[in-house]
């Protein structure tokens, strides 16, 4: 089982992250798009190996004190020193924060998404595999680990030091309190910051961390050609044709030509990968990329390539024409 340790939502997509990789999906018409980003800097290396020694417990406290300690005398030091310059960054960082999440509140979308991300994140973390949309919707959709506790946190030690001292040591008592997960208390709260999903966003969830698990387990791989299946009437032919054990394919929903034209333009420029319908059993995802493609449209085979990928809709009625004079 792969560790995933947290994801974030957005008005059109969802993101989640591991040690190694984190996949970013946008929603792009009926095409869901994958960003990639590898953490394999050296600043990362010692994130996941600071990760490693806290998964031993006493190592992890023994970590949390020495943290704590250091952030109390520096905080302390600073409060002290330059009063002033700590009440205007509790502020701006209080401001900030309350604004982003007002903002955030009045995006219906985004509040979908944040609640099909918790539920995928605390199915997979119960069941230790990908679960299906219909087992992840009976989880919760809130998150004790969610930012939106944190954010709460903040707002109410903020309270405290602008009403009781203001020599109190903001972000040391929101270390404390995260570490010992008193930020769970505000959990009920997430009411406010999630809606119930629908099987489109749950569908966008479960995409994202599938394709998270894969690169954790195999890396970025190429391969040789890529089918891309138009879902027709001829599509169950296909995939009998093209479902090979070694093979990859895509079924894509029914398309105008114009539509699979900018899809194919898509792939190659921004090299997405692209899966079809909230229906799990009509689609299987591209899991890598590749340089060449092979598009089932109507019956009729179009080979694509990187040279001539601006061109299909005209490649497809010559490969239809030749078709018919056969």
């Not at 195999?218 to 001829?234: F, P, Q, R």
């Amino acid at each position: 089982m792969i560790k995933v340790i947290g994801g974030i939502s957005a008005k059109d997509g969802i993101a989640f992250k591991a040690d190694n990789y984190s996949v970013k999906s946008k929603l792009i018409g009926h095409f869901l798009n994958f960003k990639i980003n590898c953490d394999d800097s050296n600043d990362y290396a010692i994130m996941r190996f600071l990760n490693k020694l806290e998964e031993n417990k006493f190592i992890n406290f023994l970590i949390f004190i020495i943290e704590t300690v250091l952030l109390c005398i520096f905080e302390c030091f600073f409060i002290k020193k330059f009063a002033t310059f700590m009440f205007v960054l509790y502020t701006v960082i209080t401001v900030g924060t309350i604004i982003r999440n007002i903002v955030i509140s009045f995006n219906k979308e985004c509040l979908i998404n944040h609640s099909a991300e918790h539920k995928m994140f605390n199915a997979y973390n119960k069941m230790k595999v990908l679960p299906s949309i219909d087992d992840a919707k009976k989880f919760s959709r809130f998150n004790i680990n969610c930012g939106t506790n944190l954010f709460f946190t903040h707002i109410v030690t903020y309270i405290l030091y602008i009403f009781v001292n203001t020599k109190f040591p903001l972000f040391t008592v929101r270390r404390i309190c995260s570490f010992l997960n008193i930020n769970a208390i505000f959990t009920p709260l997430q009411i406010l910051t999630t809606k119930t999903p629908s099987d489109k966003n749950m569908y966008i969830a479960r995409s994202t961390l599938n394709r998270l698990i894969e690169v954790e387990e195999c890396g970025e791989y190429d391969i040789d050609e890529l089918y891309i299946l138009v879902n027709d009437k001829k599509v169950l032919k296909a995939r009998d044709l093209y479902g090979g054990k070694n093979k990859k394919y895509v079924v894509l929903p029914n398309c105008s030509l114009i539509e699979v034209q900018q899809a194919i333009i898509n792939y190659y420029t921004d090299l997405p990968l692209y899966v079809q319908t909230i229906k799990e059993d009509s689609y299987i995802p591209i899991h890598s990329y590749s340089k060449n493609i092979i598009v089932y449209y109507n019956g009729v085979e179009v080979y694509i390539n990187e040279t001539n990928y601006n061109d299909f809709e005209n490649i497809y009625k010559e490969c239809l024409s030749k078709r018919d004079n056969e």
